[in-house]
T-cell receptor, first 111, second 110 residues
Framework: SQTIHQWPATLVQPVGSPLSLECTVE??????LYWYRQAAGRGLQLLFYSVGIGQISSEVPQNLSASRPQDRQFILSSKKLLLSDSGFYLC??????????FGNGTRLTVT | QKEVEQNSGPLSVPEGAIASLNCTYS??????FFWYRQYSGKSPELIMSIYSNGDKEDGRFTAQLNKASQYVSLLIRDSQPSDSATYLC??????????FGKGTTLSVSS
């Protein structure tokens, strides 16, 4: 069966520091991969999605970036965090044209 | 811009009652519709998917889709306190990422 791993579970970072969140999927090949953010009191906002290695689509212009160095690995990064980057970051995967399955999420607090 | 609208609630129902959650979407060519449940502090989990007009039942859950009205709903029969959560409606076309509503908070009192 397929599983998705996302870490860390919680993170507190100062403004201006870098960020790296990692997500890996097991038990499948060539999955679609996604990064969503859920800010307090707001809905799920799609940040990036990828249909293959090196193929990244950005939905919202911001100081975040994503990379997919391997088929089942998806990384979310920032060079300098802003207070507004605080939120609940969720990695998700899906086979083509199928529902999303989410990881456990990373709660990021920027101080 | 594609939008998915939900009443934020809270929707409060007594234990054993039917909870009715509603969602409308703006993109007429949407093809796939999903309901996710999210407990506080946890990630969303898929509970129902529906692709064609009509009803789809799975245990205590029934999803209803009306593409002409651009409306999808979720009924929870015999509501339990453990059903208390935020329910997210999600919509997409083939080959595109899911667009989520902001969710409806359901509270089931014992």
């Amino acid at each position: 069966s397929q599983t998705i791993h996302q870490w860390p579970a919680t993170l507190v970072q100062p403004v201006g520091s870098p960020l790296s969140l990692e997500c890996t999927v097991e038990g499948t090949s060539n999955p679609n991969l996604y990064w969503y953010r859920q800010a307090a009191g707001r809905g799920l906002q799609l940040l990036f999605y990828s249909v293959g290695i090196g193929q990244i689509s950005s939905e919202v212009p911001q100081n975040l970036s994503a990379s997919r160095p391997q088929d089942r690995q998806f990384i979310l990064s920032s060079k300098k965090l802003l207070l507004s980057d605080s939120g609940f970051y969720l990695c998700a995967w899906s086979p083509a044209n199928s529902p999303l399955h989410f990881g456990n999420g990373t709660r990021l607090t920027v101080t | 811009q594609k939008e998915v609208e939900q009443n934020s609630g809270p929707l409060s129902v007594p234990e054993g009652a039917i909870a009715s959650l509603n969602c409308t979407y703006s993109d007429r060519v949407s093809q796939s519709f999903f309901w996710y449940r999210q407990y506080s502090g946890k990630s969303p989990e898929l509970i129902m998917s529906i692709y064609s007009n009509g009803d789809k039942e799975d245990g205590r859950f029934t999803a209803q889709l009306n593409k002409a009205s651009q409306y999808v709903s979720l009924l929870i029969r015999d509501s339990q306190p453990s059903d208390s959560a935020t329910y997210l409606c999600a919509v997409n076309q083939a080959g595109t990422a899911l667009i989520f509503g902001k969710g409806t908070t359901l509270s089931v009192s014992s």
